[in-house]
């Protein structure tokens, strides 16, 4: 028996879409059929990225998110569903890293990575949540889903990354805790967590001395590349993934069992 996840009528919101890992998982909803509101605070890449989902035959909305903002995070939520419609995907993708030793963190370098991997990604899915709950009351057959991006590195400590890896552990049970509360909504959250993804953004890191000895290391001496997860993302985001829920899969290359 064969499966074809169809996305055709379903509304997925994608934070973080102006470049990256957002970017890929806006396009690979789109061509899987789904209207994909795209979010971020670069709205000059967003209409960029509409553009190119729309010169592929996919349909694109755009709306302008800060994640460490609450009343953006509102205001955004609310737009979209005024543009789209109901959300019935929610990628929860938003997201930044800080290197430095765990002695040298400031205050700054803390909240800024704490407000917008941790604080802002609950609260992009908590005014989602409000919103498919409230539908799941009037039709308890709807199903909805939400994906948090979190990483391996909430699974395991990497050098000068603390503070980053403290944020993405938060994701990881708040993932859970999500899971728990929301479940019987008809509302299944899980967690994806990357290993070294290569993206534009860390990709001149990659290519130093530094860079190079560390994908000696690992396990297959190799990157992964955004497509790596289209699948992975698919599955948690379609409806045949309903009986997955509070589910933390890794998408590593076999570096967590290194």
Request: negative net charge; contains cysteine; aromatic residues 6%.
């Amino acid at each position: 028996m064969g499966i074809e996840v169809n996305f055709e009528g379903k509304i997925a919101l994608v934070t973080g879409a102006s470049s990256g890992l957002g970017a890929r998982f806006a396009k690979v909803l789109a061509a899987a059929g789904a209207q994909v509101v795209l979010a971020a605070r670069r709205t000059d890449r967003l209409k960029e990225l509409r553009a190119e989902i729309e010169a592929e035959g996919g349909a694109a909305h755009m709306v302008q998110l800060d994640v460490t903002d609450y009343a953006s995070i509102k205001s955004a939520i609310a737009h979209a569903e005024t543009e789209a419609g109901p959300i019935d995907i929610l990628i929860n993708n938003a997201g930044v890293s800080s290197s430095q030793r765990l002695l040298d963190v400031t205050p700054d370098d803390y909240a800024d990575v704490m407000d917008t991997n941790l604080r802002g990604a609950f609260f992009v899915a908590q005014q989602a949540a409000k919103r498919m709950v409230a539908r799941s009351k009037g039709d308890p057959k709807l199903q909805h889903r939400i994906v948090n991006i979190a990483s391996i590195a909430g699974l395991r400590v990497s050098p000068q990354l603390g503070v980053y890896c403290i944020s993405k552990a938060g994701v990881i049970q708040m993932t859970k805790a999500m899971a728990l509360e929301w479940g019987k909504y008809g509302i299944n959250v899980n967690a994806i967590c990357p290993g070294y993804i290569t993206t534009e953004i860390n990709e001149g890191f990659f290519e130093t001395d530094a860079g190079r000895k560390m994908i000696s290391a690992l396990p297959r001496g190799r990157l992964g590349t955004p497509d790596d997860l289209d699948g992975l993302l698919l599955l948690l985001a379609a409806e045949e993934s309903r009986f997955l829920n509070g589910t933390i899969v890794t998408a590593d290359d076999g570096l967590s069992v290194q």
